[in-house]
């Protein structure tokens, strides 16, 4: 059985020990006609006012900007082989600003957490700027950690959320 808890802070070490340890989610998105399309992209994270914020830096493909523009709530999960998952409900949207692209970049460049991350320059040789460089703003309303030995498993939820 999941417990439930108030505050992200309660899984916190959980979430980023997991992603950092399987580093690669599958992104789940939804056509028109209701049908999932998963894809396995690398998304980095952050802890913004006491809550998950991840940022995901892509090609603006076809088929997600679609899915994206229909419906932006999206799912990630991390898996490894000991059992450990995380599950990321969200909604995700389209970074419109160069500001914020730049700080997404540097974020990448760094790692976060630490660890998670890659030189987007392998990807897009001119930086931020490059104008195939593209970020998503992934903002969670259910996160989930599940302890694989065990199959403990802690739920976080934001306030609004929005099943």
């Known amino acids: 059985m999941a417990q439930k808890v108030e505050k992200f802070s309660d899984l916190e070490d959980s979430f980023f020990d997991y992603i950092k340890d399987i580093v690669y989610a599958t992104m789940i998105t939804v056509d028109k006609k209701g049908r999932p399309r998963a894809r396995v992209l690398l998304p980095i994270w952050e802890v913004v006012d006491d809550r998950p914020l991840g940022w995901l830096a892509v ?66 040789s001119g930086g931020p700027t490059d104008p195939k460089f593209e970020v998503l703003r992934i903002e969670p309303w259910r996160v989930q950690v599940l302890r694989g030995r065990d199959l403990h498993s802690r739920i976080w939820t934001a306030e609004t959320e929005t099943a």
């Not at 076809?62 to 998952?85: D, E, I």
């Not at 969200?90 to 997404?104: F, G, I, L």
């Open 59 to 124: 090609f603006k493909t076809p088929v997600k900007a679609a899915h994206l523009a229909n419906n932006p709530h999206t799912t990630y999960s991390y898996w490894n082989q000991r059992q450990n998952c995380v599950f990321v409900d969200s909604v995700t949207t389209w970074v419109e600003d160069m500001e914020t692209k730049r700080y997404a970049w540097d974020l990448y460049t760094k790692g976060s957490p630490p660890g998670v991350g890659y030189n987007p320059r392998a990807y897009w």
